[in-house]
């Protein structure tokens, strides 16, 4: 009988830092700072954003190349930390990146998770092991040479939410022209316009829907606008903006290979003190996004209460159904993507204050606040897009105007006495609303019956339609 027992398989290996060993999982390739940080801050369970790694892989390779042109970094371990890093750039070894988004401050603790992760991969692909004594690459003094989690976690924030950018521009510009092509198809429909939620003059559907494609277009100039201050990079500033340990050509350097890296247009800081101290661009960009998220806000809330009822609201339109409204009450359907879009807008203009909050406390050379300014403007920028492309596919594109409701709601509006006040004054049209409210009757019915207007002239000063476009109504006479 056969009394040699299997040997179990390692399930943790000793790594070291400058507090000493520490275990890690056998096969991570993270190292011990990473797992000191997993150990300190088991906050909420998220993780860094994709856009997040992408942009520190992005200069973890660029600072490769750079540093290995300066003759700094053996050309060998060069070769191996930017192969790791096109890895994890291409999205191998996502998995890796475990640090929680609530971290210490800075970002001390992402950086290392990102320094350790290329090390030991590039120490695999130049053929060792993890758990190697002698493995050559190390993740502070080859994958993080000439840099510091100050310099490069504000890099990385502007590159990620730059990488994005496109897809949310190209969301707003659906959106936009989802609502445009909207406006064209409810353009000859007149309705009651409203003031305080009271009756006001007539406006056409289309006319209330080109205002909304119109301020998505507006709210879209905002954020490009904002974003162009996300391209000044302070990469080379290293811990305080001095640029120690970094070469005089550095900065400029890496400033032009993360351009080719990223196809981005990108540019060199004016004062990379500046650059470090201050999270201003960011918050720029944060409240851009939260000004659009107010918009699409309101446009939201009208299209719920232009399509309230049906049988006891407005229901001037109708939104697609694509879900039952209840678990209780048959048939009832609910504008869930309008719902949808609110809380999205709701909780991208809570990050904003958080981003506010975060950018306001920095202190001295540094803001350490960067870890949540980052994790909320990807958390924005990713519930945007996400929350306008299927707003603008299951909701926008489906919209049906009710021409008979709408008609019929203005039928009955007494504001329509508006057009008279250059004929009859508004004395007299307050007279008229008034009695026409109190009695049912039309607008028409009584400038008429009180001799202020003939019957001709009454039709054609209460034309519904010429009532939205510019100009002053004017009588020929009474008779």
């Not at 080109?210 to 998505?216: D, M, Q």
């Not at 709408?406 to 329509?416: Q, T, V, Y």
């Amino acid at each position: 009988m056969n009394t040699k027992q299997t040997e179990e398989p390692k399930t943790f290996r000793i790594e070291h830092d400058s507090l000493g060993e520490i275990r890690v999982p056998a096969s991570a390739l993270y190292g011990a700072q990473t797992q000191r940080a997993v150990e300190n801050f088991p906050v909420s369970g998220m993780k860094p954003y994709p856009a997040f790694v992408w942009a520190m892989s992005t200069v973890k390779l660029a600072a490769a190349e750079v540093n290995s042109e300066l003759g700094l970094l053996d050309e060998a371990i060069a070769e191996a930390v930017a192969q790791a890093a096109e890895e994890v750039r291409a999205g191998d070894w996502q998995d890796q990146f475990v640090v929680d988004p609530f971290q210490a401050g800075a970002g001390t603790s992402h950086n290392m998770n990102v320094n350790e992760v290329i090390a030991n991969r590039a120490n695999q692909i130049l053929g060792f092991a993890l758990d190697d004594a002698q493995k050559p690459v190390h993740p502070n003094d080859h994958v993080n040479m000439a840099q510091s989690t100050n310099d490069t976690i504000p890099t990385a924030i502007r590159l990620g939410c730059l990488w994005r950018l496109g897809e949310l521009l190209m969301a707003l510009n659906e959106l936009a022209d989802a609502l445009a092509q909207k406006a064209e198809e409810f353009d000859d429909i007149v309705k009651s316009g409203r003031t305080h939620l009271q009756d006001a003059v007539p406006v056409r559907l289309g006319q209330e829907f080109l205002a909304y494609s119109r301020a998505v277009e507006r709210g879209r100039e905002r954020v490009a606008q904002a974003a162009e201050g996300l391209r000044r990079l302070g990469i080379g500033g290293t811990a305080t903006g001095s640029g120690l340990n970094a070469h005089p050509q550095y900065h400029t350097r890496m400033v032009a290979r993360l351009s080719e890296l990223s196809g981005l247009a990108l540019y060199t800081s004016d004062n990379l003190f500046e650059s470090m101290q201050s999270m201003a661009d960011m918050v720029h960009f944060s409240a851009a996004m939260r000004t659009l998220a107010v918009d699409l806000d309101r446009i939201a809330n009208d299209l719920r209460l232009l399509s309230s009822g049906p049988a006891t609201g407005l229901h001037e339109i109708t939104l697609p159904t694509v879900q039952p409204g209840s678990s209780i009450m048959p048939g009832k359907v609910n504008p869930v993507l309008a719902e949808m879009l609110n809380m999205a807008m709701f909780h991208v203009m809570g990050n904003d204050l958080a981003v506010m909050m975060a950018g306001q406390a920095g202190q001295l050379e540094l803001n350490v606040m960067m870890p949540i300014i980052a994790h909320n403007l990807f958390e924005m920028m990713h519930v945007m897009i996400g929350a306008i492309r299927a707003f603008t596919e299951k909701c926008v594109w489906g919209i049906v105007a009710n021409r008979e409701k709408a008609e019929g709601w203005l039928a009955r509006n007494a504001i329509l006495v508006t057009a008279l006040n250059p004929v009859i004054g508004y004395a007299k049209g307050a007279e008229v609303a008034k009695e026409a409210l109190a009695t049912g009757r039309t607008v028409r019915e009584v400038v008429v019956e009180k001799g202020y207007l003939s019957p001709s002239a009454a039709d054609r000063l209460l034309d519904a339609r010429a009532m939205t476009e510019p100009g002053i109504r004017r009588a020929k006479g009474k008779a």
